[in-house]
């Protein structure tokens, strides 16, 4: 079945450092990518979103990349602060445009700024 | 403010009983989504829903049922045939129409057997 596989399950980098989150989806067919930020004891908010006709999009300090030929994209968050300690997901859908827009998600990385 | 709203934020359950957890939203959008959340496992969806009174299986459906009689709710039932229920569990919607794809939660609710 549909599979999205998340490296690294936990990431701490000092603060200013960049971190990078990699994810590698098993259906090619799917056209949409987006990342989401899981604070403690609250649901996952969207952070960015990509779609399979592009390769890169950036939005201040966070950033995405997509690799559809190894079907593999990444999250990439520079000058990290203390708060950007969360849980992030990946996720993938093959319908985007469509009805709904079931997504598949990653297990996660808990990333730690340290001050 | 547009939101999802869950209810309630925690929940206790016996052995043997049904409960049902809420999910409201009023965002207009067409369609939600249950998922359930455990360490180290991500998120997985449970069941969905396009429109009122149609909805489909998700890949954990089993022990599960929902309802959809109003475009604003989208109730889950954990029967008592869910033998681990004890999870986070997150009500989401999205709206294609308003061309608006990465869903919006809710904060989600906390189940515990007791």
């Known amino acids: 079945g549909e599979n999205v596989e998340q490296h690294p399950s936990t990431l701490s980098v000092q603060e200013g450092d960049s971190a990078v989150i990699k994810c590698t989806y098993s259906?090619?067919?799917?056209?949409?990518f987006p990342w989401y930020k899981q604070e403690l004891g609250k649901g996952p908010q969207l952070i960015i979103d990509?779609?399979?006709?592009?390769g890169e999009k950036k939005d201040q300090r966070i950033a995405v990349t997509l690799n559809k030929t190894a079907k593999h994209f990444s999250l990439h968050i520079t000058e990290t602060q203390p708060e950007d300690s969360a849980v992030y997901f990946c996720?993938?859908?093959?319908?985007?445009?469509?009805?709904?827009?079931?997504?598949?998600f990653g297990t996660g990385t808990l990333l730690a700024v340290q001050p | 403010d547009g939101g999802i709203t869950q209810s309630p934020k925690y929940l206790f359950r016996k052995e043997g009983q049904n409960v049902t957890l809420s999910c409201e939203q009023n965002?207009?959008?067409?369609?939600m989504y249950w998922y359930r959340q455990d360490p180290g496992q991500g998120l997985r969806l449970i069941y969905y829903?396009?429109?009122?009174?149609?909805?489909q299986k998700g890949d954990i459906a089993e022990g599960y049922s929902v309802s959809r009689e109003k475009k604003e709710s989208f109730p889950l039932t954990v029967t008592s045939a869910q033998k681990n229920p004890t999870a986070f569990y997150l009500c989401?919607?999205?709206?294609?129409?308003?061309?608006?794809?990465?869903?919006?939660f809710g904060s989600g609710t906390r189940l515990t057997v007791v």
């Open positions: 989401a919607s999205s709206s294609p129409t308003q061309r608006s794809y990465g869903y919006t």
């Open positions: 829903s396009q429109i009122v009174n149609d909805f």
């Open positions: 990509i779609r399979s006709n592009v």
């Open positions: 996720a993938a859908s093959r319908d985007y445009g469509g009805a709904t827009n079931k997504l598949i």
């Open positions: 259906d090619s067919a799917s056209n949409y």
């Open positions: 965002l207009n959008h067409d369609a």
